[in-house]
């Protein structure tokens, strides 16, 4: 099925660690957002693209760094994991289109850093 | 500074009667705004949105009404069934830019049998 797809979709990492939190649609959207939700909060924008080669920042970017080569993939990297960023973390993409303002997220990545 | 707010953590009704949402916003440049149910370990869902220039749209049991001019709006279910249980996400974007949707913290819906 047409989507946005997270993996991995749980992973614990010690502190100091990195990882890649990976990304993909194929619905050839051009808008691509990272969220984080904490407990009893709303979701936060990391960082989103509108654009393959077009990276901007959101709300809360640090820690975290993006790419976007391909209109497909819009991976997350965590570089040195802190346990603030014990999260649940969603990606989404945006096509404009029809009354649904065209987003669509993924399942989430649960991460907890110890 | 939240520029979305819901200010009820959490609400309970009775199956067959009616929720209400209530969602407020601060930012007037906001002028497209969208309702998202989240089940657990799930992504959230797209449910019904309203742009600035209406006050009311329906679908099926879903309606969401706007008043601009006190930055509020609200979603009623009329009636509620149990699956509507799920957390309910208030969201405001202003459109022509980069489309970023900005949240409210979320209201918790339970529906009682």
């Known amino acids: 099925n047409a989507g946005v797809t997270q993996t991995p979709k749980f992973r614990i990492l010690k502190i100091g660690q990195s990882m890649t939190l990976q990304c993909a649609q ?78 669509t997220f993924g399942s989430g990545t649960r991460l907890t850093v110890v | 500074d939240q520029q979305v707010k819901q200010n009820s953590p959490s609400l309970s009704v009775q199956e067959g ?42 679908d099926g049991r879903f309606t969401v009404f706007l008043n601009k001019s006190a930055k509020h709006l609200s979603l009623h279910i009329v009636p509620s069934q149990p699956g509507d249980s799920a957390v309910y996400f208030c969201a405001a974007v202003t459109q022509g830019g980069s489309e970023k949707l900005v949240f409210g913290k979320g209201t918790k819906l339970t529906v009682n049998p």
């Not at chain 1, 407990?39 to 077009?54: D, E, R, T």
């Not at chain 1, 960023?85 to 990606?91: A, D, L």
Request: proline share 5%.
């Open chain 1, 26 to 103: 194929d619905m050839n959207h051009n808008y691509m957002y990272w969220y984080r939700q904490d407990p009893g909060m709303g979701l936060k924008l990391i960082y989103y693209s509108v654009g393959a080669g077009i990276t901007d920042k959101g709300e809360v970017p640090n820690g975290y760094n993006v790419s976007r080569s391909t209109t497909e993939d819009f991976p997350l990297r965590l570089e040195l994991a802190a346990p603030s960023q014990t999260s649940v973390y969603f990606c989404a993409s945006n096509g404009r289109t029809g009354e649904d303002y065209g987003y």
């Open chain 2, 17 to 58: 009667r009616i929720s209400i949402l209530n969602c407020d916003y601060t930012n007037s440049m906001f002028d497209y705004f969208l309702w998202y149910k989240k089940y657990p370990a799930e992504g959230p869902t797209f449910l019904i949105s309203i742009s600035s220039i209406k006050d009311k749209n329906e």
